[in-house]
């Protein structure tokens, strides 16, 4: 009965320590690019676009579920810095050579670009707009560079807050530029000539949060990854204050919007791509990622991209998410609040890579129960050693 016990025992403890582990789905499949891609965009059809900031630059193609690239668009071996897709297709990318930079319009399925459209110098995030309207992000000068429908050059420039960092343009056409220095969202509505909106996002001591990555979901909220405070801030159609903040470990950089409303968030410092569920206000769980993570994208199919600039000798990794992997990590959180507020610079944060409590716990636990069982286990098959000997011996 004693050693029924103990097998029990292992069981339990075996389960236990099944447990414990972190809940985290491996990524499916990582896609196999030389050079250094840093940005990426993902069509209508499932196609992703890498954009190489390695030499030679360039932009790879990778058809839908591919894990190589099918064919690479010449950039002139100029640096990608940009990148973005229109309405009908067309891509636009964001180039840089010395003191020399441009957008360059590549047609739906071309393997050329069409035109070139200079730009001031500087490494410029791009996005487009419903209509068509590109807008270039000019960190050098503090503005942001309009580009119209079917233009051949700058149609105008409106100045921002410093450091703007990346663009989300709603579906009413209305733009947001995050500005990094400045700790603001400036509000561009369509066809505007000026900021007619400036969002602060600021600490308790008046200094930037550090917002960065953008989206803008279909129903016109904003989501804003703040690097500094670690939350993604939350501003309500046509609000001009933060209305929550979601709690993000470890510096969140980027953030995207899928289908279904889920947002997915990269953290730099954690190594993570966290995922929180539609119309929650808290991370669900996370994934470790292939070194420190950056831009990332969601594919129509809900699978998403992440890139990991300099993690491997090629240059950078990059790693495709399936939903099914997407949807286990999300079964446990790996992420808790801080105790302080998340707007003050005093705010406790977690340690970077420090494993949640319960399953460390729980592992302890687990492994306790498998020693006790196998020492039982040992002991009991000794003893009967001992006793069949003495039997034997009489």
Do not use: C
């Not at 996005?127 to 050098?140: C, I, K, L, R």
């Not at 994934?287 to 594919?299: E, F, K, R, Y």
């Not at 600039?309 to 790693?319: H, I, K, L, Q, Y």
């Amino acid at each position: 009965m004693k050693y029924r016990w103990a097998a029990s025992t292992a069981v339990i403890g075996a389960i236990l320590g099944l447990a414990a582990a972190p809940a985290a789905a491996a990524p499916d499949e990582a896609i196999d690019i030389y050079g250094t891609p840093v940005r990426v965009a993902i069509a209508a059809d499932g196609t992703a676009y890498l954009g190489n900031y390695g030499q030679g630059g360039g932009v790879f193609v990778v058809p839908s579920g591919a894990t190589r690239a099918s064919r690479t668009i010449s950039t002139g071996g100029h640096i990608t810095t940009g990148l973005a897709i229109g309405p009908d297709g067309t891509l636009y990318v964001a180039t840089a050579e010395g003191d020399q930079s441009a957008v360059e319009v590549v047609p739906a399925g071309d393997a050329a670009t069409a035109r070139t459209i200079p730009v001031s110098p500087g490494r410029h995030p791009v996005a487009a707009g419903p209509d068509g309207t590109v807008y270039v992000a000019n960190p050098a000068g503090d503005t942001v560079s309009v580009i119209a429908p079917n233009g051949t050059a700058v149609d105008r420039t409106i100045k921002v807050g410093a450091g703007p960092a990346e663009i989300a343009v709603a579906q009413n056409g209305t733009a947001y530029v995050t500005s990094q220095t400045a700790g603001t969202v400036s509000v561009i509505p369509a066809g505007a000539d000026t900021v007619a909106k400036t969002i602060e996002l600021v600490s308790d001591t008046g200094t930037s949060e550090e917002p960065h990555g953008i989206a803008a979901a279909p129903d016109g909220t904003i989501y804003v990854a703040n690097i500094k405070s670690s939350d993604i801030a939350v501003i309500k159609p046509g609000a001009g204050t933060v209305a929550e903040r979601i709690y993000v470990e470890g510096g969140p950089q980027d953030v995207a919007i899928a289908p279904d409303g889920s947002l997915y968030v990269t953290s730099l410092l954690t190594r993570k791509l966290s995922v929180i569920r539609p119309h929650t206000k808290e991370v669900a769980g996370a994934i470790p990622t292939d070194g420190g993570p950056g831009h990332l994208a969601v594919a129509p199919d809900g699978s998403v991209i992440v890139i990991s600039p300099g993690t491997s000798p090629r240059g950078g990794a990059v790693v495709r998410y399936s939903t099914a992997a997407l949807a286990a990590a999300s079964q446990g959180s790996t992420a808790a609040a801080p105790a302080a507020s998340l707007s003050s610079e005093a705010a406790a944060q977690p340690a970077a890579g420090t494993p949640n409590a319960l399953p460390a716990v729980a592992g302890g636990v687990a492994a306790a129960f498998v020693a006790a069982a196998v020492g039982i286990l040992v002991k009991g098959r000794r003893r009967r050693a001992r006793l069949a000997g003495a039997s034997q011996a009489g």
